[in-house]
C-alpha cells in the first residue's frame, strides 16, 4: 500500500514540475504579447475572430481562457467566437494531458481548434436568427496593471498565480485522479466496467464538464491514459468544460455564462456521440 501511495506521489510531482515549467512559459508570452492581441482584434474582420478566439482558447493553461472573456467584455469578438474559443480551451488539464500523452494532446487540441471555430460561426447564427439577448449585463473588466518589473512577474504571476492558485491544486488533482483509477483497477474492477458502460463515462464526461473548475476533469484524462475510456470521451469532456475560464465571465454575465455552457454541452455531446458511434 505504501509503496503505490508513493509511487503515485512521485509520478504527480513529475507531472506538477513539468506542468509549472509550460505554465510559466505561456505565462509569460501572454505578458509580452497581450496589448498587441487586443489590437490585432480592433482590426480583425468578423471571420478571423473565430479563427483567432479558437486559436488563444487551444494555449495550455486558463489564460486563452480569461483573455477571451476579456476580449468579449470589451465587445472585440462576438458571443459565438467566446463560445467557440471555450471549446477550444483545455485549462490546466491540457498541461497534464501534454505530459502523460504530448501526441493525443497534440491531436486533441487541433480537433478542439477546428470544432471551435465551426461552432462559434454556428452560434453566432442562432443567436441573430432567433434573436438571443447576449452581453445584456456585462461590464467593463478590470485590467491587470501594466507592471513589468522583475519583481512583480516573480511574487504576482508566477507565486501568487501559477503557484498559489494553480500548481497545488494540480498536485492534489493529479494525485487524486491517478489514486482512484489505482484502487479502481485493483478493487473495483474498474477496466471491466469501462469497456461495458462506455456510453455512461461520455455522458458523464459532459456533465462535469459544466464545472467551471480546473481538475474534475483529470479523471477522464486519466481513465484515457490508461486506456480505459476511448478518445470520444475524452473529446466530450474537453469540449464542454473549460477550465478556469468561466469564472469571470460568470462575475460578469451570468445570464451569458449560463447560455455559452448550455450551447457548448449541446455541442460537445453530439460531437462526443458521433465520434463514439464511428468507434473513436
Same mark, same amino acid.
Given at each position: 500500500m505504501f509503496d503505490i501511495i508513493l509511487?503515485?506521489?512521485?509520478? &504527480?510531482?513529475?507531472? &506538477?514540475?513539468?506542468?509549472?515549467?509550460?505554465?510559466? &512559459?505561456?505565462? %509569460?508570452?501572454n505578458v509580452l504579447t497581450k496589448q498587441k492581441i487586443e489590437?490585432?482584434?480592433?482590426?480583425?474582420?468578423?471571420?478571423k475572430q473565430y479563427i483567432l478566439a479558437s486559436l488563444i482558447g487551444t494555449v495550455p493553461g486558463c489564460i486563452g481562457g480569461f483573455t477571451n472573456v476579456s476580449l468579449y467584455m470589451h465587445g472585440l469578438i462576438s458571443f459565438g467566437a467566446l463560445a467557440g474559443s471555450m471549446i477550444a480551451? &483545455?485549462?490546466?488539464?491540457?498541461f497534464v494531458m501534454l505530459a502523460m500523452f504530448p501526441k493525443q494532446a497534440l491531436i486533441l487540441f487541433t480537433i478542439l481548434f477546428v470544432i471551435g471555430i465551426c461552432s462559434g460561426w454556428l452560434i453566432d447564427i442562432i443567436i441573430k436568427k432567433y434573436k438571443i439577448s447576449t452581453c445584456t449585463n456585462c461590464k467593463e473588466?478590470?485590467?491587470?496593471?501594466?507592471e513589468r518589473s522583475f519583481k512583480h512577474y516573480v511574487t504576482e504571476h508566477i507565486y501568487?498565480?501559477?503557484i498559489k492558485k494553480h500548481l497545488w491544486k494540480t498536485f492534489l488533482w493529479t494525485f487524486g485522479a %491517478?489514486?482512484?483509477?489505482?484502487?479502481? %483497477?485493483?478493487? %473495483?474492477?474498474?477496466?471491466?466496467f469501462t469497456s461495458q458502460y462506455k456510453i455512461v463515462f461520455l455522458l458523464v464526461g459532459a456533465l462535469v464538464g459544466l464545472i467551471?473548475?480546473?481538475?474534475?476533469?483529470?479523471?477522464?484524462?486519466?481513465?484515457?491514459?490508461?486506456?480505459l475510456v476511448p478518445f470520444s470521451v475524452l473529446l466530450t469532456s474537453s469540449m464542454v468544460q473549460d477550465g478556469h475560464g468561466m469564472l469571470p465571465m460568470l462575475s460578469y454575465s451570468l445570464k451569458d455564462s449560463i447560455k455559452l455552457k448550455a450551447f457548448n454541452f449541446v455541442i460537445g455531446l453530439t460531437v462526443g456521440l458521433i465520434f463514439y458511434m464511428v468507434g473513436l
Open positions: 509511487r503515485l506521489v512521485k509520478e &504527480s510531482i513529475e507531472i &506538477s514540475l513539468l506542468v509549472a515549467v509550460m505554465m510559466i &512559459s505561456v505565462d %509569460l508570452l489590437k490585432f482584434f480592433i482590426n480583425a474582420r468578423k471571420f480551451v &483545455s485549462g490546466d488539464e491540457a473588466m478590470v485590467t491587470h496593471p501594466h501568487g498565480h501559477i %491517478l489514486l482512484v483509477v489505482e484502487f479502481g %483497477l485493483k478493487y %473495483l474492477h474498474l477496466e471491466q467551471p473548475e480546473s481538475g474534475p476533469h483529470l479523471i477522464f484524462v486519466t481513465l484515457f491514459a490508461q486506456g
